[in-house]
C-alpha cells in the first residue's frame, strides 16, 4: 500500500514515548530529536503503522531483515508454533531439534551447494557475534591472528567485530580498549596491492570482506575484486571470511552476493534476513576447516545463553524455506533493475550515482562539486519520513540514501517513491 502523508511526525503518541526514552535508555543508542523517531506499533508486508496510526512504506525493511516482508506468515506461524511448544532450551548444553535442521539446511545452502562438501556452522545472536566467531574459527585454524579488512566495512559493534571493521565513527570512541589486530586497506581492486603486502610479510590468518559494501554506502566493487581476494587468501593460507549479513539471502538478486563473481569463501557469516525477525546469526564454513575447533569436554570454550534459540532456528528454518526457492532471487534482480532504473531517472544536481545490486541500492545525494552531502541527506530523510517513506542513510558521509525494501515491493510502491524523491530533490537542489 502506498504511503500516508502526514503532515504532524512525531504524533502525539511517538512524542511522548520519545521524552520517556530520553530519561530512561542510555544516551547514544536511539537517536531523538524533534522530528524523529515514530514509535512503530505493527507492520505487514512494506507498510509499518506507528503508535499515532500513521502509515508508511519501508524502503529499509527494518536494517534488511524483513526482506520477506513484514510479519511474513510462514515466518508468523513458525515462531507461534515452536514458541508454545518450547520457548527456550538450553542451546549448547540440552539443545534442540530444531538446531540440528538448521545447522544442516545452512550447510546444504552453502558449501554443498557450492562444493558437494559439508559445512559446519556457529550460531549466535547477533551479526557482530557471528564475524567474532569467524575471527576465532580463523585464529583457532590457521594459528596466525592477524586479520585483514577493507575501509568503509562494518562488521559490528562488538570489540572483535568493530575491531576488524572501518567505520571510524563507531571506534574511534573506544579506540584504546580494541585490539590491534586489524589491518585496514582500501576497498576494491585500488587495495589488493596492500593485501599483497600484508599477506607476504605479516602473520595473516583472514582476509574479512563484505562483497558490496552495505553500511559504507551500496558499493559494488570491481569484478575481479572477490576473486582476487580468493587467490591470495589461497597463495597465503589465509582464510577469506565473507560478510553477507547485508547481502546474504537473495538481498542482491542471488541467494548470496559472492555468487555473483563465483566465489566461494572458507567462512560465511549471516544475520539479519536469516530469520526475518528474530536475532539470530551464522557463522558457517567449511567442515575442515571449523574441525579446527577441538572437541568440547564438557564446558564449550565459545558459547551463549541464546544460542541455537528454538525460536529463531524455527523462524530461520522457515525463511532458508522460502528464500531456497530460485524464483526469488530472479524477482529480486528484476524489481531490482526496475528500481535502479527509477532511481536512476532523478535527474537533480543533488541527485548523484545509484549504487548497489537487487534491492540493495542507494542514491548518492551531492554538492555542486559533485561531493558528497551528507548535510542534504539528512534533511530529506525526516522528509521523507513526513511523506510517510521510511529510509535510511548510510555510507562515510551519511549521503547514501538506502532503497532496500522487502521483497514484496510493488511496482506502483517503486515508482512513488522514486517519484517522491525526485520532487524532494528537485526543490531542495
Ligand atoms: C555487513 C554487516 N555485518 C555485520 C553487521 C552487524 O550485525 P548486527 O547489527 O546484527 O550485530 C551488520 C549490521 O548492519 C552488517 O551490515
Redesign the pocket.
Known sequence: MLPEIITKIPGPNSRALAENLRQYESRNITYVSNDFPIFWDRAKDTNVWDVDNNRFLDLTSA??VSSLGHSCPELVSAFAEQSEHLMHGMGDVHPTMQKVQLCKKLSSLTFERWTGKKAKTILSS??????ESALKTASIATEKHGVISFEG??????FG?LSAGAMPRFKDPFIKQLSDFGNIVPYGNTGLEQVKKILLNECIGAVIV?PIL??GGKVVPENDFLPSLRSLCDEHNALLII?????GLNRTGKLFACEHWDVVPDII?L??ALSGGF?I?ACIGKASIMDAWPESDGEAIHTSTFLGHPGGCAMALASLNKHSNPEIATDVSIKGTHFKELLENIDTPSSGSVRGMGLMLGLEIIDHDGKPNGSLASKVIPSALRSGLITLADGPSGHVIVFAPPFTISEEEMFFAAEWFKTELKTSS
Do not use: L, N, Q
Not at 547477533?126 to 564475524?131: A, H, N, V
Not at 566495512?153 to 562488538?158: I, L, S, V
Not at 560478510?243 to 547481502?247: L, V
Open positions: 536494517f534488511a547477533s551479526g557482530s557475534e557471528s564475524i566495512c562494518y562488521h559490528g559493534t562488538g567485530s563484505e552495505g553500511r560478510d553477507e549479513i547485508y547481502t557469516c544475520g539479519k536475532p546469526s
